[in-house]
T-cell receptor, first 115, second 117 residues
Framework: AQSVTQLGSHVSVSEGALVLLRCNYS??????LFWYVQYPNQGLQLLLK??????LVKGINGFEAEFKKSETSFHLTKPSAHMSDAAEYFC?????????????FGKGTTLSVSS | EADIYQTPRYLVIGTGKKITLECSQT?????MYWYQQDPGMELHLIHY???????EKGDLSSESTVSRIRTEHFPLTLESARPSHTSQYLC????FGTGGFGDSPLHFGNGTRLTVT
């Protein structure tokens, strides 16, 4: 069965610092991978997705993620944090060709940004 | 800008009551989902649908039921609410992606936060 592990339930950075949120996946076949962001009292919004076209994926709000098959990782980064980036971030995986499969989510990482 | 709508946003209800959480989407998506979200936990899939008249149970055992009579509407019903049902319920939808079934992202509603007293 597929699974996603997000290392660190809470990450704190200063405004302007590098943001690094870690995600490792477990899948027997090449997966599709996603990062979502959730602001307070809202649903999840798609940040970016990996679908095997390119290993470095650029998303919205300056975020990007790199797919590393050898490390089974899909870490999310942003060069310079902004106060508005404070939110909860979820990594998710789906199977490549399994019809009707919903995404499997990690437990989430809360990002705090201090001034 | 939400294309998927959930009502109510907040609901406090007593034990034993029957409730229906509404979810509608305007994107014409065939696939719809209900997830349960608790703080510090993964989102757990409780129901999903491939299309009209199709409903399936997800990974998390749930005492709720769903129906899919119209493409745009996917309500979730609890026949008898209990305190253990207290949680946030997220509805989502997706189309079929260009690369197959798995690459289409989910679009989420803003959720219904349910409290059963």
């Amino acid at each position: 069965a597929q699974s996603v592990t997000q290392l660190g339930s809470h990450v704190s950075v200063s405004e302007g610092a590098l943001v690094l949120l870690r995600c490792n996946y477990s899948s027997s076949v090449p997966p599709y991978l996603f990062w979502y962001v959730q602001y307070p009292n809202q649903g999840l919004q798609l940040l970016l997705k990996y679908t095997s076209a390119a290993t470095l994926v650029k998303g919205i709000n300056g975020f990007e993620a790199e797919f590393k098959k050898s490390e089974t990782s899909f870490h999310l980064t942003k060069p310079s944090a902004h106060m508005s980036d404070a939110a909860e971030y979820f990594c998710a995986v789906s199977d490549l060709n399994q019809a009707g499969t919903a995404l499997i989510f990690g437990k989430g990482t809360t990002l705090s940004v201090s001034s | 800008e939400a294309d998927i709508y959930q009502t109510p946003r907040y609901l406090v209800i007593g034990t034993g009551k029957k409730i229906t959480l509404e979810c509608s989407q305007t994107m014409g998506h065939d696939k719809m989902y209900w997830y349960q979200q608790d703080p510090g936990m993964e989102l757990h899939l409780i129901h999903y649908s491939y299309g009209v008249n199709s409903t399936e149970k997800g990974d998390l055992s749930s005492e709720s039921t769903v129906s899919r009579i119209r493409t745009e509407h996917f309500p979730l019903t609890l026949e008898s609410a209990r305190p253990s049902h207290t949680s946030q319920y997220l509805c989502a939808s997706s189309g079929f992606g260009t690369g197959g079934f798995g690459d289409s992202p989910l679009h989420f509603g803003n959720g219904t936060r349910l409290t059963v007293t």
